[in-house]
């Protein structure tokens, strides 16, 4: 008579096998993920701060065709709006001429028809809340309050500078009949944008660059008045 064999069971695993990851390793762990993370976010980021300021760019540029377009039709670019109450039916809209410019006044983009906010702009709805990325607004006195004319001159003296101050317009006699910008991603107007002057208003144009992210756009003077010509409004 045989006897069974029994087969005898294999020997334990070791113990480091089966007790999993310790502390330390998890820590190692983690600190490799956020190490991953961080450097996969920076990018992405960038990427999304482009994207926006290309954005803007774009409104910006249809911001440039719709003024044109209004003065076309009007023989006079828009008066900027100031009235800050959302439920105002003048809300958006351009301030009846003469423009007022003792305010800071704002892009009319319900007139034009355009966006009403930059790409990190947000939409006001109540008349204390903040102007967070609509389009600041300037146009010269001398294309507002009259009908123009191949002999309009500018008014109001809008100068452009860049960084260092020096002069993106004539210094005598401006060249720009109306300035338009937005404020970036920072949601606040940077260098001489910061400061609204009724009688000597000076803007700062120009590349990203240490506490500026503003991207700034202007019609000439010589640009509307050829524009107008060739629509056959002069």
Sequence with gaps: MHLLKTRSAPPPAPLRAMRGFTLVELAIVLVILTLLTGTLLIPIGARMEERARRETASRLQDIEQALIGFAILHGRLPCPSTEPDPASPAYGLEQSPPCNHATEGYLPWRTLGVHQVDAWGSVRDAATAPWTGYWRYRPDAGFTNATISAASTTLSNIQLRDHAGNPLTTVSASRAAAVFYSTGSNRS???????????????????????????????????????????GRL
């Design 189 to 231: 107007a940077d260098g001489l944008n910061a400061s609204h002057s009724p009688s000597a208003p000076a803007y700062q144009a120009g590349e990203l660059a240490s506490g500026f992210d503003d991207q700034v756009h202007w019609i000439g003077h010589p640009f509307l008045i050829a524009r107008l010509a060739q629509a």
